[in-house]
């Protein structure tokens, strides 16, 4: 089985803090990478897409390192509605996505 | 914009009782995909179809079969529930495997 590996945390933050995750692959011929956000008996919800370069969108900045095969979500001035369950998503091409287990992030105030 | 719509949302199963749930997406999307949930095991693939009149086995396919009624319905059927099938059952679409995907609201399966 493809493995995504993420530290399932809880990571419990103050609001306003900065925190980050990571998440780890096994696949090298992995070529798309995304982070999503879960809510507590919710769907799963498309975040962002990583990409080779890195990103950003607003407080949020993905990045990828194809070397050491993790990828990374920095999220900065954390806010209480960012309290969620964040999945690490991976796959190679042509192959429906891997999902990591998740890394639970609980913001408090 | 109704996205990925399942059916039914909640359902409760005697051991040994068949159901199918039901999943449409308006979006065009030429791929569509059944994963279950479960806690402490994240989401895991029991079928998919990558365009229309294909399926393919995810990870955990057994007790389960699918069909891809048309490019906006895929459905997923359990012949004889078990137990073990307790779990939410999210549907999902995507243009194909390279783009996120658009799930739906899940179906929160318990079976007795």
């Known amino acids: 089985r493809k493995e995504v590996e993420q530290d399932p945390g809880p990571f419990n933050v103050p609001e306003g803090a900065t925190v980050a995750f990571n998440c780890t692959y096994s696949n090298s011929a992995s070529q798309s990478f995304f982070w999503y956000r879960q809510d507590c008996r919710k769907e799963p919800k498309l975040l962002m897409s990583v990409y080779s370069s890195g990103n950003e969108d607003g407080r949020f900045t993905a990045q990828l390192n194809r070397a050491s095969q993790y990828i990374s979500l920095l999220i900065r001035d954390s806010k209480l509605s960012d309290s969620a369950t964040y999945l690490c998503v991976v796959n190679e091409e042509n192959t429906p996505l891997v999902f990591g287990k998740g890394t639970r992030l609980s913001v408090i105030a | 914009n109704a996205g990925v719509t399942q059916t039914p949302k909640f359902q409760v199963l005697k051991t040994g009782q068949s159901m199918t749930l039901q999943c449409a997406q308006d979006m065009n999307h030429n791929s569509m995909y059944w994963y279950r949930q479960d806690p402490g095991m994240g989401l895991r693939l029991i079928y998919y179809s990558a365009s229309e009149g294909t399926t393919d086995k995810g990870e955990v396919p057994n007790g389960y079969n699918v069909s891809r009624l048309n490019k906006r319905e895929f459905s997923l059927r359990l012949e004889s529930a078990a137990p073990s099938q307790t779990s939410v059952y999210f549907c999902?679409?995507?243009?194909?495997?390279?783009?996120?995907?658009?799930f739906g609201s899940g179906t929160r399966l318990t079976v007795v």
């Open positions: 999902a679409s995507s243009a194909d495997y390279n783009y996120g995907y658009t």
